[in-house]
């Protein structure tokens, strides 16, 4: 393999991994912070590439202006999961595994969802239908990939940040250490888990 070709796989490989990491980072916030882990978090990332295909393809609207109300909506959704199922088990003192097993639940009744209103088949957003690679020296990559790799860059940098410097992202880390220490020092606990639900649709 030459160096050239050696290049373009890894980068290849990085941008699979930068959506990986947008993807992870929504579940290790949820479950740093609840201890729950989501097994209907890939449906809730699903949601937001639906209603990006919903947007771009059927309503003829751009990525870039879509893409705020899309992550929006994921948020609303994340919210949603934890107003409507999670809050209220939590609030019942029902365990862990039993909500583990839930998320479960929900995964396949989104997914079913999801098969029967846009089927199984692979289809491409228009505004990445006819991309072509941009030449770097050697290296050749899509606009897709490059932006993908960028953006999840910003984000990476960006909940550190938040975690680090906000005072929110402070209260994060203190009731992902302890949540009842947290809640007797006067944070508010639910408010934080909210934020949380809200942050990992998004």
Do not use: C
Request: hydrophobic share 55%; no cysteine; aromatic share 8%.
């Amino acid at each position: 393999m030459s160096f050239a070709s050696f290049i373009i796989q890894l980068l290849n490989g990085l941008a699979a991994a930068s959506s990986l990491f947008l993807v992870s980072a929504g579940l290790s916030l949820i479950f740093g912070t609840t201890g729950l882990t989501n097994f209907a978090h890939g449906e809730m990332v699903t949601f937001g590439g639906l209603i990006a295909f919903w947007f771009n393809v059927l309503l003829g609207i751009p990525l870039l202006i879509a893409a705020p109300l899309v992550i929006a909506l994921g948020g609303v959704l994340g919210l949603a999961m934890n107003g409507i199922i999670f809050a209220k088990l939590r609030k019942r003192g029902i365990g862990l595994i039993s909500q583990l097993v839930v998320s479960v639940g929900l995964s396949i009744m989104l997914r079913n969802m999801y098969l029967y209103q846009f089927g199984g088949r692979t289809r491409p957003l228009d505004d990445f239908s006819l991309q072509v690679a941009k030449s770097f020296g050697p290296v050749s990559i899509t606009m897709r990939d490059l932006t993908t790799a960028i953006i999840s860059l910003v984000v990476l940098l960006g909940v550190a940040a938040f975690l680090q410097r906000s005072r929110t992202g402070k209260a994060i880390r203190a009731v992902s250490d302890n949540p009842s220490l947290a809640s007797s020092t006067g944070i508010d606990t639910q408010k934080i888990i909210r934020v949380v639900w809200f942050a990992g649709g998004a």
